[in-house]
């Protein structure tokens, strides 16, 4: 019982630091707060990889690693850049119709258009009443 109410006053607590974050216009609260999680432990964890890498009568200097873990971690930035700036281009197709000008609509265009719907209806209605057209 009492580990419920500490877990839920907890995630209260938290909640209301995220709203509070929000509210002040400073940015998404609970992504920030994220975000510093993640942050505060990457440290302590590449010096852990750094020095388990480079203990234990290693010859090996430390800046290898350091150059590797650098490249990788450009290289992904580089790619989540690449991501989500990309964009997709591609044609659009409009089955039978003329698209209208979007400034001026000619009554030629228009007429265009409707003979292009008349057809349509009267070739779905013969295809419905199963006659010859």
Known sequence: MLTTMLLVSGAMTTTW??????DSGFG???SLLICVNIL???????????SQLTGAGSSVGLW???????????????????????CRKSKLQY???K???????LEEDIANILGDILRF????????????C
């Open 17 to 22: 630091i995220c709203d509070k974050i929000s």
């Open 28 to 30: 998404h609260g609970s």
């Open 40 to 50: 505060t432990g990457y440290v302590e964890t590449l010096h852990k990889i750094l």
């Open 64 to 86: 290898p690693y350091i150059f590797a873990v650098s490249g990788v971690f450009v290289i992904v930035t580089m790619w989540a850049v690449i991501v989500t700036q990309g």
């Open 95 to 97: 089955y039978g119709f």
């Open 99 to 105: 698209l209208a000008s979007s400034t001026r609509m």
């Open 121 to 132: 209806i009267e070739l779905t209605t013969c295809r419905l009443k199963a006659e010859t």
